[in-house]
């Protein structure tokens, strides 16, 4: 049996200079646009490296933290997990805590999906971006891009 995962996690918005955000479609959901997310494997793990590690699961780029730099928002959201992702945490866990970063990238970086992950991926300005997602605190997170980037 797979370990229930913990319920604390990152959200990664990948933007360019300009702006333009990166969702990527979910495999399990398809129709369902994100930026990056994923729960921390350990307790103890750094968010940094969460961040880090997820971001270049779902999509291949690496966070070097010279020419690639993830930055903590020292933001956090708790929400509650939605009905169908439930059956991952423990009995009794319905809420999770969503640590926000951000990452400039080039336009042109190559984008490498986790096909067991994720279908598609797009680029769209930060305000369609913050349209097409399913999640209303990534949606809030790409809104504040431009006041967290400046």
Same mark, same amino acid.
């Given at each position: 049996?797979?370990?229930?995962?913990?319920?604390? @996690?990152?959200?990664?918005?990948?933007?360019? &200079?300009?702006?333009? %955000?990166?969702?990527?479609?979910?495999?399990?959901?398809? *129709?369902?646009?994100?930026?990056?997310?994923? @729960?921390?494997?350990?307790?103890?793990?750094?968010?940094? $490296?969460?961040?880090?590690?997820?971001?270049?699961?779902?999509?291949?780029? %690496?966070?070097?933290?010279?020419?690639? /730099?993830?930055?903590?928002?020292?933001? @956090?959201?708790?929400?509650?997990?939605?009905? /169908?992702?439930?059956?991952?945490? &423990?009995?009794?866990?319905?809420? +999770?805590?969503?640590? /926000?970063?951000?990452?400039? /990238?080039?336009? *042109?970086?190559?984008?490498?999906?986790?096909?067991?992950?994720?279908?598609?991926?797009?680029?769209?300005?930060?305000?369609? &971006?913050?349209?097409?997602?399913? @999640? $209303?605190? +990534? &949606?809030?997170?790409?809104?504040?891009?431009?006041?967290? %980037?400046?």
């Amino acid at each position: 049996m797979k370990p229930y995962k913990i319920p604390e @996690s990152v959200l990664v918005v990948i933007h360019t &200079a300009a702006l333009d %955000v990166l969702l990527i479609e979910r495999a399990d959901r398809p *129709g369902y646009w994100q930026s990056v997310t994923g @729960s921390l494997d350990a307790a103890d793990e750094p968010l940094l $490296a969460t961040a880090t590690r997820e971001l270049f699961e779902e999509t291949g780029i %690496v966070a070097d933290g010279e020419h690639i /730099v993830l930055r903590d928002w020292r933001l @956090s959201n708790v929400y509650e997990i939605y009905p /169908v992702w439930r059956h991952r945490y &423990a009995p009794g866990v319905t809420q +999770n805590t969503e640590h /926000v970063f951000s990452v400039e /990238v080039p336009r *042109g970086i190559a984008i490498t999906l986790s096909p067991r992950e994720h279908l598609n991926y797009l680029w769209l300005p930060y305000l369609e &971006a913050a349209d097409r997602c399913f @999640s $209303a605190s +990534n &949606a809030e997170a790409i809104l504040q891009l431009p006041h967290q %980037v400046r």
